[in-house]
């Protein structure tokens, strides 16, 4: 396999090293690149120091651009696979072999998640954001006819041309949305179990005021993708 690894940071100094050490235990043997998103700290340096290649946005613009430079990144290199992973060490490094395996299976995957849902994985959300994750799930089916157990999760293997389609169309957070529209063009998504752990650094990037937003941003970015999927032909593979 052809790929990269794109790991979107904002001061993420405390976290970032040990990812980047755990993805090297990986073993995956990819090349890895840090989307420096206008930290204020030393994530810049703490990449550099563990052989990352580093992209720096001069502010902070944000999940969306910092996943987008990175897929830039991987289309102008002629990457055919790109895997997202999160800097603060929630996501465990291993799980990229298990989404690598699945992106290979003879039915060829556009889209592989990292799934907290798709079994017993004893993860525990609050109570109000693990209803919003079932909500977006359950549309997921009724828009696309699939069941997708978890559209939030950042630990993704993307296809050549499912990265483009998140550059060329991402807009929201490239979750639930995104994946409507794929699957609506004829991408294929599937889904791995994984663990995650608790944040040990920093704080998430959805406050009291991003939560309440998002489910209404994300409905306008599924009804806006969707009706754009449904007037155009599927992306040519």
């Known amino acids: 396999m052809n790929g990269?690894?794109?790991?979107?940071?904002?001061?993420?100094?405390?976290?970032?090293g040990a990812v980047l050490d755990?993805?090297?235990?990986?073993a995956l043997g990819f090349p890895v690149v840090v989307v420096d998103d206008g930290s204020r700290d030393?994530?810049?340096q703490v990449a550099a120091e563990?052989?990352?290649i580093v992209v720096s946005h001069p502010v902070n613009l944000g999940y969306l651009r910092a996943i987008q430079t990175g897929m830039?990144?991987?289309?102008?290199r002629g990457f055919e696979h790109c895997f997202t992973l999160d800097a603060d060490g929630q996501h465990d490094p291993a799980a990229l072999v298990a989404l690598r395996d699945r992106a290979l299976a003879p039915d060829r995957p556009d889209i592989v998640v990292g799934s907290r849902f798709v079994a017993d994985t004893d993860y525990q959300a609050p109570l109000a954001r693990r209803a919003g994750m079932t909500l977006?799930?359950?549309l997921t089916r009724w828009v696309t006819g699939q069941r997708v157990y978890d559209t939030t999760s950042g630990l993704?293997?993307?296809s050549r041309a499912a990265v483009r389609l998140a550059v060329t169309e991402g807009i929201?957070?490239?979750h639930s949305e995104m994946i409507m529209s794929a699957m609506l063009r004829g991408l294929k998504v599937a889904e791995v179990p994984i663990r995650v752990r608790p944040r040990a650094h920093g704080v998430s990037m959805y406050d009291a005021i991003a939560a309440l937003v998002y489910p209404f941003k994300t409905l306008l970015a599924t009804l806006i993708l969707t009706q754009r999927a449904r007037r155009r032909p599927a992306e040519e593979r």
Not at 5 to 16: G, Q, W, Y
Not at 22 to 26: E, G, R
Request: include cysteine.
């Open 4 to 16: 990269v690894i794109v790991i979107p940071a904002h001061n993420e100094e405390p976290s970032l």
């Open 22 to 26: 755990q993805v090297a235990a990986a």
């Open 42 to 44: 030393r994530t810049r």
């Open 50 to 52: 563990r052989g990352a």
């Open 72 to 76: 830039l990144f991987a289309l102008a």
């Open 136 to 138: 977006f799930s359950l």
């Open 156 to 158: 993704r293997c993307w």
């Open 172 to 174: 929201g957070d490239l």
